[in-house]
């Protein structure tokens, strides 16, 4: 009995021993990044984050909640909306179809597409890829926009071009709705079929995609409005609206997980999915000077040079809720991949704090605090009491936060949206009398009376935004057909 009880003694002082030696030899630089994300998850970051070095994963943990009423937590495998990261998947995708021999980036789009208008025939590939085509931003009213095929390039053919393609450089998500349809028009497969068989399920990743993967199998995060307001998943709106709209398709919206997206970097750094020469190209920066700017974009990704005389292959991409951003230093062999489902102005910035940290071991980080739009969304859809008295309480509760017109215009417009006109005028009102200067703010009032349906009060707060900033291009447009 006694020699029983030794050995269970010695047993436990060995693992004792074996965690605090194993903590003892943890990198303190991730000991201190764990930290900061811990203290930040009390003020309200909600995601997941992964480092990895020379092909070892130092960190990958989540925090915070992918579904708040249920109480379920974020973790490596949960389901998040990687924004404009899409785009370098839109851009391989490209490049793989260059290596099959179908399409090379010189091409013209006259050449997949019918009856291209003049000012747009000599647009190339290559220039859809860096964003020098000259094409707007959007089409459509909203990421889930339903425009049949046809009608959306019609639509996108017919837009006036910003510039003479070429010229400048114009962040742009038609130019890679047009890139996907051109995937779609050469591989005679749907985009995302074409992308799940070529890139996706070679490289190992099988719950990244649109509607493709077998979501039942793993967490999908919801998407919290300033950490709020639940706005549900992308996923379900697709199968909702019966498939992708072409105003997301190629340019956004693809869902992964970190283990995923860290399964791509594998895939890319070691020139499994494209070849050597492959990568170069999506990775090389084409310098772009324009009216005394310089631009460094590569095929879908942005590149820096960094404080260390380094390269950084980045991208990052939102939908106002979801963020994601990937972070690759390839001479350093470090990877840095983040996701949030509840974005706000503070947690936008923690892959930038923990680059600090891991390139200086002497930085301390910025403490996360929680966002003044987030105490006033929780203020707000927590309030009971009388409407009429609702702008006083906050002007006298957020005096202090209350010093710039941006976060009054926000909530208004966050309430004109989702229809709740009384709550957007109060926030309106509220604005023009704090801030009565800002033209801006007596533009959006404008807006809200004309939703509600008072022209006359719409043509006045049009006006008045009007004598404060007579150059206000939706002031002017309003104006005008108030008038007539």
């Given at each position: 009995?006694?020699?029983?009880?030794?050995?269970?003694?010695?047993?436990?002082?060995?693992?004792?021993?074996?965690?605090?030696?194993?903590?003892?030899?943890?990198?303190?630089?991730?000991?201190?990044?764990?930290?900061?994300?811990?203290?930040?998850?009390?003020?309200?970051?909600?995601?997941?984050?992964?480092?990895?070095?020379?092909?070892?994963?130092?960190?990958?943990?989540?925090?915070?909640?992918?579904?708040?009423?249920?109480?379920?937590?974020?973790?490596?495998?949960?389901?998040?909306?990687?924004?404009?990261?899409?785009?370098?998947?839109?851009?391989?995708?490209?490049?793989?179809?260059?290596?099959?021999?179908?399409?090379?980036?010189?091409?013209?789009?006259?050449?997949?597409?019918?009856?291209?208008?003049?000012?747009?025939?000599?647009?190339?590939?290559?220039?859809?890829?860096?964003?020098?085509a000259g094409f707007v931003h959007?089409?459509?009213?909203?990421?889930?926009?339903?425009?049949?095929?046809?009608?959306?390039?019609?639509?996108?053919?017919?837009?006036?071009?910003?510039?003479?393609?070429?010229?400048?450089?114009?962040?742009?998500?038609?130019?890679?709705?047009?890139?996907?349809?051109?995937?779609?028009?050469?591989?005679?497969?749907?985009?995302?079929?074409?992308?799940?068989?070529?890139?996706?399920?070679?490289?190992?990743?099988?719950?990244?995609?649109?509607?493709?993967?077998?979501?039942?199998?793993?967490?999908?995060?919801?998407?919290?409005?300033?950490?709020?307001?639940?706005?549900?998943?992308?996923?379900?709106?697709?199968?909702?609206?019966?498939?992708?709209?072409?105003?997301?398709?190629?340019?956004?919206?693809?869902?992964?997980?970190?283990?995923?997206?860290?399964?791509?970097?594998?895939?890319?750094?070691?020139?499994?999915?494209?070849?050597?020469?492959?990568?170069?190209?999506?990775?090389?920066?084409?310098?772009?000077?324009?009216?005394?700017?310089?631009?460094?974009?590569?095929?879908?990704?942005?590149?820096?040079?960094?404080?260390?005389?380094?390269?950084?292959?980045?991208?990052?991409?939102?939908?106002?809720?979801?963020?994601?951003?990937?972070?690759?230093?390839?001479?350093?062999?470090?990877?840095?991949?983040?996701?949030?489902?509840?974005?706000?102005?503070?947690?936008?910035?923690?892959?930038?704090?923990?680059?600090?940290?891991?390139?200086?071991?002497?930085?301390?980080?910025?403490?996360?605090?929680?966002?003044?739009?987030?105490?006033?969304?929780?203020?707000?859809?927590?309030?009971?009491?009388?409407?009429?008295?609702?702008?006083?309480?906050?002007?006298?509760?957020?005096?202090?936060?209350?010093?710039?017109?941006?976060?009054?215009?926000?909530?208004?417009?966050?309430?004109?949206?989702?229809?709740?006109?009384?709550?957007?005028?109060?926030?309106?009102?509220?604005?023009?009398?704090?801030?009565?200067?800002?033209?801006?703010?007596?533009?959006?009032?404008?807006?809200?009376?004309?939703?509600?349906?008072?022209?006359?009060?719409?043509?006045?707060?049009?006006?008045?935004?009007l004598s404060l900033d007579p150059?206000?291009?939706?002031?002017?447009?309003?104006?005008?057909?108030?008038?007539?």
């Amino acid at each position: 009995m006694k020699t029983t009880i030794v050995k269970t003694v010695i047993c436990i002082l060995c693992i004792n021993i074996l965690i605090a030696c194993s903590k003892n030899t943890e990198d303190p630089t991730i000991t201190k990044i764990k930290n900061y994300l811990e203290q930040s998850e009390q003020k309200g970051l909600s995601g997941a984050l992964l480092i990895a070095k020379e092909g070892k994963v130092l960190l990958n943990e989540g925090f915070g909640y992918s579904d708040k009423s249920k109480k379920i937590k974020n973790t490596p495998t949960t389901v998040f909306d990687v924004g404009s990261v899409s785009k370098q998947f839109t851009a391989a995708a490209i490049l793989k179809l260059e290596e099959q021999g179908k399409l090379k980036v010189e091409d013209l789009i006259s050449t997949y597409f019918k009856n291209v208008p003049k000012d747009k025939q000599n647009i190339s590939i290559h220039q859809l890829l860096i964003h020098t085509a000259g094409f707007v931003h959007d089409v459509g009213e909203s990421d889930f926009d339903q425009i049949p095929t046809d009608e959306y390039f019609k639509r996108v053919m017919d837009s006036k071009l910003l510039f003479e393609s070429g010229k400048k450089h114009e962040y742009t998500n038609v130019g890679y709705s047009i890139l996907a349809r051109i995937i779609e028009l050469v591989s005679g497969q749907p985009y995302e079929a074409y992308l799940q068989e070529n890139l996706f399920k070679p490289s190992g990743m099988n719950y990244t995609g649109y509607l493709i993967p077998n979501w039942s199998d793993v967490n999908i995060a919801n998407g919290y409005t300033y950490n709020v307001i639940d706005k549900g998943t992308a996923i379900d709106k697709h199968k909702k609206n019966g498939g992708v709209s072409w105003c997301l398709k190629g340019n956004g919206g693809i869902q992964s997980t970190q283990e995923d997206m860290y399964k791509w970097y594998q895939a890319l750094s070691s020139n499994t999915i494209l070849s050597k020469a492959s990568v170069t190209k999506l990775t090389t920066p084409y310098v772009l000077e324009y009216e005394g700017e310089t631009s460094y974009y590569a095929y879908g990704w942005a590149i820096f040079n960094t404080s260390r005389k380094t390269k950084m292959i980045a991208h990052d991409g939102s939908d106002g809720t979801f963020f994601y951003d990937f972070r690759w230093f390839p001479e350093e062999k470090i990877t840095v991949l983040y996701a949030t489902n509840a974005l706000t102005n503070n947690i936008q910035e923690v892959a930038w704090e923990v680059d600090k940290m891991l390139f200086d071991k002497t930085y301390t980080p910025r403490k996360v605090k929680i966002d003044i739009l987030t105490k006033l969304l929780n203020y707000t859809e927590n309030y009971t009491g009388s409407l009429d008295k609702l702008g006083g309480e906050i002007k006298e509760k957020f005096k202090k936060g209350l010093f710039h017109p941006y976060y009054l215009n926000r909530m208004c417009g966050m309430h004109m949206r989702r229809n709740q006109l009384e709550k957007a005028l109060v926030f309106g009102r509220l604005n023009v009398e704090l801030f009565p200067k800002n033209a801006n703010n007596w533009d959006t009032l404008g807006e809200v009376y004309y939703k509600k349906g008072d022209r006359k009060k719409a043509l006045e707060y049009y006006q008045k935004a009007l004598s404060l900033d007579p150059e206000m291009e939706t002031a002017k447009t309003w104006v005008a057909k108030l008038k007539a």
